[in-house]
């Protein structure tokens, strides 16, 4: 890219970054002491303020950068990125989100904690939670090193890294001194401009071609190399029954992973009440809704306008078919539109991927310090060394992020999304949805039900395609696949179901009744909800 690319985008980053310490600054001067303040910013946010925050939180650089991406690559295939995401929020909106915000205090462990032995409980969820979070952590910084690498003209390995350790340090810094009502502001901030910038590539794209979206599509069939092949399913996901399996898995995970993130259940917390959670979905879900049409026709835009093979030199993964097809819109590489157009697009990338580090590392560092360590030092534990505790924990959580990320450098960010939500549907949704609606649930259940989906989950990843055994494997060198599938969740998302029905009916301590009653009539009616 030209000088002018890095001098203007660059310019664009620092504003952004500014803005958010502003924020940041701003609210450090309010009281961050007590646990209520930090963790849900003293419930004092509006439905449509959560709802926006939930939609930055949500609408992360695997929507942004990845999902466009593996449509400009895959065509039809991609597809299934878009919609998974968005039908995840009707288990959301119907199962969860009342329930939690009635329930819960911070957490997901609150929530089963309310009926069981908080001690077990807490440490297995709090420790679910932590990985799935680092998990997604990875993704949002892999998409930072390729967007910044593509800014400085792919100068290689060492923009990507110091790339990934920058957005590591700002998210602590967000979360350390800024806490949930920080966080929520650059998520609301990020919002606007996320939802801002798709829409105005989107109509540039369908100005381009007339508003004829069949041309559209011919034009990307055309131009991807596989013909019609491309706007039909398979091309990635049909070529054997590995494939199709593979394809279902993802599926799954997709659509059942949302209701198991823990910086998308925080968020109910934000909230005074519970129909204003059901609100803040309602309006969450009409602004990512909107966000994935448009991803639509920006990642067959870049398969039309760019060139599927011009996309997969620039990065394999298709991370930077938006950065691209952008400086395309714009007039070309040595254009001032195109200069504008793609500084623009990437500062809108990079805070897409500040404000999503931010929920996440908020809630990770919560579990530590809520579930993990008040657990271990009940007795001990006072309020204000838990939010303590927490802000170190944000410091640990990002190290682990940093050194994970570099070593996923190559993937696509949707795709280790995939992953996260994967881990997520096989460890917090089965324990969360029994909690919630089986009254013989026990303990043991709980427990089981956590690790029997979580610990699946990660040896799955581990045997499988994407950490040995091709030359796309983080470890190509090496060779120890056992597992076929990319994508572990059609294994060990029925696995933690089935292992909290076992742990569950070979219980010798029975399932509390008064507190299973208790906590059912608070979760439909509120009565008794902090």
Same mark, same amino acid.
């Given at each position: ?329 714009? #007039? =070309? ?6 200069? /504008? %157009?793609?500084?623009? !697009?990437?500062?809108?990338?990079? &805070?897409? *991927? +500040? ?96 690790? #029997? =989906? ?6 799955? /990843? %581990?045997?499988?395609? !994407?950490?040995?055994?091709?030359? &796309?494997? *983080? +470890? ?55």
């Amino acid at each position: 890219m030209t000088g002018n690319h890095q001098t203007l985008a660059l310019l664009l980053f620092s504003a952004f970054v500014a803005v958010t310490l502003a924020i940041t600054t701003w609210v450090s001067r309010t009281r961050q002491g007590s646990p209520e303040e930090f963790y849900a910013g003293n419930r004092l946010f509006s439905p449509m303020e959560n709802g926006f925050a939930i939609a930055g939180d949500y609408m992360s650089a695997a929507s942004f950068l990845g999902i466009a991406g593996l449509i400009a690559l895959f065509g039809y295939d991609g597809l299934l990125y878009s919609v998974g995401f968005l039908v995840a929020w009707l288990v959301v909106l119907f199962l969860v989100a009342e329930l939690v915000r009635n329930c819960g205090r911070f957490t997901l462990a609150d929530v089963v904690a309310a009926r069981m032995r908080e001690r077990p409980v807490r440490i297995a969820a709090g420790t679910s939670s932590v990985t799935v979070s680092v998990l997604y952590l990875v993704a949002q910084m892999v998409g930072a090193g390729s967007l910044v690498a593509l800014l400085l003209g792919g100068t290689g390995q060492a923009a990507q890294t110091w790339t990934v350790i920058g957005v590591g340090a700002l998210m602590v810094v967000y979360v350390s001194f800024g806490g949930m009502r920080a966080t929520t502001w650059i998520q609301i901030v990020k919002a606007v401009l996320l939802m801002g910038g798709a829409l105005a590539l989107t109509v540039l794209v369908l100005v381009r071609f007339h508003g004829d979206f069949n041309d559209l599509l011919r034009t990307a069939a055309d131009r991807s190399g596989h013909g019609a092949d491309f706007l039909a399913p398979g091309l990635h996901y049909g070529g054997d029954w590995t494939a199709r399996f593979d394809f279902m898995s993802l599926g799954l995970a997709l659509v059942l992973g949302t209701a198991g993130l823990p910086h998308i259940l925080s968020r109910f917390y934000t909230v005074p009440t519970a129909r204003a959670a059901r609100r803040s979905v309602v309006w969450a879900i009409g602004l990512i809704g909107s966000f994935y049409l448009m991803t639509i026709v920006l990642g067959f835009g870049a398969a039309a306008i760019v060139g599927t093979d011009e996309v997969r030199r620039s990065n394999s993964s298709g991370n930077t078919a938006i950065p691209l097809l952008s400086l395309d819109l714009g #007039g =070309g590489a040595d254009s001032t539109g195109g200069t /504008v %157009l793609f500084a623009i !697009v990437a500062a809108v990338a990079f &805070a897409t *991927i +500040l404000a999503v580090v931010a929920g996440i590392t908020l809630a990770s560092s919560a579990s530590v310090a809520h579930d993990l360590y008040a657990s271990l030092r009940r007795k001990h534990a006072k309020q204000h060394s838990e939010v303590a505790v927490a802000r170190v924990a944000a410091i640990g959580i990002g190290v682990a992020a940093i050194a994970l990320a570099l070593l996923c450098r190559n993937l696509n960010v949707a795709f280790l999304v995939g992953l996260a939500f994967a881990v997520a549907a096989s460890a917090n949704l089965p324990v969360l949805l029994y909690s919630l609606f089986w009254r013989q649930f026990t303990t043991r259940g709980a427990v089981w039900s956590v690790y #029997g =989906g979580l610990v699946p989950a990660l040896v799955l /990843v %581990l045997l499988s395609p !994407v950490v040995s055994g091709s030359e &796309a494997s *983080i +470890l190509s060198g090496l060779d120890f696949q056992l597992f076929p599938l990319e994508n572990p969740g059609l294994v060990s998302i029925p696995l933690g179901f089935l292992a909290g029905w076992i742990g569950t009916v070979t219980s010798r301590e029975p399932a509390d009744e008064a507190k299973h009653a208790e906590t059912e009539v608070r979760a439909l009616t509120g009565a008794g909800a902090v």
